[in-house]
């Protein structure tokens, strides 16, 4: 998906770097929530993970 919104090709450095990073994000939230006593809700998680790698500006 990003490839095709960019133009680039999937395998590309300009691909690839943000498409780990949300990835990574992703994981650490669910991670986070997991080790919880009283979870957080998972979407607001998700939601908060990019914001604070500044990705949704991109």
Known sequence: MPAARTGRPADSLEVRLPT???R???TAAVE???AQDE???L???TRR???FQR???L
């Open 32 to 34: 986070h929530r997991a």
């Open 24 to 26: 990574d994000a992703f």
């Open 55 to 57: 990705l949704d500006e």
């Open 39 to 41: 979870p957080e809700d």
């Open 20 to 22: 780990g990073a949300v």
């Open 43 to 45: 979407l607001a998680l």
């Open 49 to 51: 993970a990019p914001a």
